[in-house]
């Protein structure tokens, strides 16, 4: 169980996957949040590998108008649901599919994020290159799109694609955060 830590869902409790997903930690979620507060308003936005749900119900919570949750794992994507559920929240949708099937999916429904949460399993370092290539040959990402990207130690990731890079540090745990423009 964790804690949603703004907006209108503040304080509700939502449900995690038994096994197999880490949820983003709280004090991370306020960081990225905080960083992205200019473009979650009305946002379209994309929880890849999303475990729980919280980044894109965090965004939610935050004003965006729709997020869309995809995980492979059925566990997973069922607890989403019943997260959704639980908070009355129409604006989600999720996909219980790999991402690249996924991203696809949504290149064919001619989708645009304006804003991408990249939390992988951190022992699945390739896919963070990987997704990111498709997100842009797939033409997902709105002009001002932000990606945002957890992981522990170092990724192969090349940031030259994107006019602006922050990086945050918080403990094992590393935030990269691009943006197309701001």
């Known amino acids: ?45 994309l929880d890849l590998f999303a475990g729980s749900g919280a980044l894109g119900i965090e965004a939610l919570s935050r004003g965006a108008k729709a997020a869309y949750f995809v995980d492979s794992g059925a566990k997973a994507a069922s607890t989403i649901l019943a997260n959704l559920a639980t908070l009355k929240e129409s604006h989600g949708t999720v996909v219980n599919l790999d ?54 130690g170092t990724i192969p990731f090349s940031e030259s694609k994107f006019s602006f890079a ?3 540090n918080y403990g094992r745990t590393n935030v990269l955060i691009v943006r197309r423009s701001l």
């Open 99 to 152: 991402y690249q099937a996924a991203l696809a999916s949504f290149k064919a429904q001619g989708l645009h994020f304006d804003a991408v949460f990249l939390d992988p399993p951190y022992a699945l370092k390739e896919s963070y290159q990987n997704a990111v290539n498709l997100l842009l040959s797939f033409h997902l990402l709105s002009p001002k799109a932000a990606i945002m990207l957890e992981y522990e």
């Open 1 to 45: 169980m964790i804690k949603i830590i703004g907006g209108t869902y503040r304080s509700r409790i939502i449900a995690t996957p038994d096994q197999g997903t880490v949820p983003t930690k709280s004090m991370v979620r306020e960081a990225v949040f905080s960083a992205l507060s200019d473009l979650i308003p009305g946002a379209t936005v």
């Open 166 to 168: 922050r990086h945050y």
